[in-house]
């Protein structure tokens, strides 16, 4: 593959947070029994006119002002025409020579810490089509249309990404501007967020791009790493074998892990764009650009740099936190009232494996802030060991809501009594003379190894409940002692 450049371009589809649909009343809410939320306006009935959705265009605006681009003062709906069972219309309301977001550009930061500017060619803001399912209808399709009309903005890069890792870092990337600025939720798994992603390969060192394919409707940041990875091997064989690439459309299934041709590729001549004739022109005032500038929260590279100070965070602390809002939400409920970088390395960790494992999002947490931070409280004043700590820990994911309780029921109380823990550590030097001799025979610095034997027994001899710390110096205490 070193003979080999990638050229990769996104296509991701942004599912606007609006209560009700980008031309009609119907409600968005995801889950609704199927084709219970789509009215005359979204099927296009007769003596139906489209009405534009205020909050739809003022997100749309508010996406572009957040990557400082070009915003459209003046944006044309056109139609956009096809057929397919799941668009009732005939045809798509959507944006082209005039969308609403013009050019920009998002920084995306790689694993090796470097960086790197994707540049955006535009946004515009479109309609939803509805929902075609396949299973339960015995060999036929069902037509769901409860998303027909939704509102989207679909945001186009320039073919600037050269690697799987890039393209993912730049749908990360987004996916934290659109939910920081709160104009989608960024449930991928409901279809909040869907990309589409361009992909060829050229010789390395070639200025001419080579033909691309569009692998379609990937909701998952894994999904999409796989799905790339795959259509570049794929080129590369087809190409080194002396074959060529066809220009088309096609799907992935991340269950399968197997990609298949859907349709050649189609070009935009292809869908008979022509304005639309219900909607007039959408005209924006200085007035409205800077209410919404001002109404911006702060922007995930803002909340990161800012977590960072704030905290004495780590940039890759930080930055695992800050670019998810909901995230940097519950680490600063959870630093109120305990150690910063402790709440860190919690959430990172063992909070975030389990919620990956139950895919969940940090929202839905069994663990309310304040219980963690309550845990956490124990680990800093020695009531717990980091071990007793996971203990609380899954007793709180399942359900149990007060920490102490938890302590005092489980007796889980780390002791950390002096005198106590030195009566317990002579107990196990006078049981263990043998294993006290070895240690002492041996050349000091090879003796650090055999330490752990002793504070095995001693850990077992306390039921686990010794602090690991206060031992490990008392033990070193005696044994010194001992030897002299």
């Not at 003062?73 to 005039?98: A, C, H, I, W």
């Not at 197997?258 to 349709?263: E, G, K, L, T």
């Not at 007039?280 to 911006?296: C, F, M, Y």
């Amino acid at each position: 593959m070193s003979n080999w450049e990638t050229v990769i371009g996104l296509e991701v589809h942004v599912q606007l947070a609006t209560h009700s649909k980008i031309f009609s009343a119907s409600s968005t809410a995801f889950g609704a029994e199927a084709n219970s939320q789509a009215n005359a306006i979204d099927l296009a009935m007769p003596g139906t006119l489209p009405v534009l959705n205020r909050a739809a265009v003022e997100y749309a605006v508010m996406f572009g002002l957040a990557i400082d681009a070009e915003i459209g003062m003046t944006s044309v709906f056109e139609r956009k025409n096809y057929f397919y069972p799941d668009l009732p219309k005939g045809y798509q309301t959507t944006q082209l020579d005039k969308p609403i977001v013009g050019p920009g550009r998002v920084e995306i930061e790689l694993a090796d810490g470097s960086k790197k500017s994707i540049r955006i060619h535009h946004a515009h803001l479109e309609e939803d089509a509805g929902k075609s399912l396949h299973e339960d209808f015995h060999g036929m399709s069902g037509i769901d249309l409860n998303r027909a009309g939704t509102p989207l903005i679909e945001i186009v890069s320039e073919p600037d990404m050269r690697s799987a890792e890039e393209a993912v870092a730049f749908a990360r990337k987004l996916h934290s501007i659109v939910t920081s600025i709160g104009i989608c939720d960024g449930k991928m798994a409901q279809g909040s967020m869907r990309f589409d992603v361009n992909i060829s390969v050229r010789p390395r060192g070639s200025d001419t791009l080579g033909t691309r394919t569009e692998t379609k409707n990937l909701n998952s940041f894994k999904f999409m790493h796989e799905a790339i990875a795959l259509e570049v091997e794929r080129q590369i064989d087809l190409l080194e074998e002396g074959g060529r690439v066809v220009q088309e459309t096609r799907l992935y299934n991340g269950d399968s892990k197997v990609a298949r041709s859907m349709r050649s590729k189609e070009e935009a001549n292809d869908y008979r764009y022509f304005p639309c004739p219900d909607l007039l022109p959408v005209v924006l005032s200085e007035e409205t650009l800077a209410r919404l500038r001002s109404a911006l929260p702060e922007l995930p590279d803002a909340r990161i740099a800012r977590l960072a100070e704030q905290f004495s965070l780590s940039g890759y602390d930080a930055a695992q936190i800050g670019g998810d809002r909901a995230t940097s939400d519950y680490f600063e409920r959870v630093a109120a009232s305990a150690d910063a970088k402790l709440a860190a390395n919690w959430i990172n960790g063992e909070l975030s494996a389990q919620l990956n494992s139950a895919e969940l999002t940090i929202e839905q947490s069994p663990i309310a802030a304040e219980q963690l931070a309550a845990l956490l409280q124990r680990i800093s004043d020695n009531t717990l060991s980091s071990k007793m700590a996971r203990e609380v820990f899954n007793a709180l994911w399942q359900g149990e809501r007060d920490v102490d309780a938890i302590i005092d029921q489980r007796g889980l109380r780390q002791v950390s009594d002096s005198g106590a823990l030195s009566a317990m550590v002579a107990a196990v030097l006078a049981d263990n003379s043998a294993m006290v001799a070895d240690y002492l025979g041996t050349p000091a610095e090879k003796r650090k190894k055999k330490l752990g034997g002793f504070m095995g027994k001693i850990m077992q001899a306390s039921k686990g409940q010794a602090n690991p710390q206060q031992v490990n110096q008392i033990l070193l205490e005696q044994l010194q002692a001992l030897e002299g």
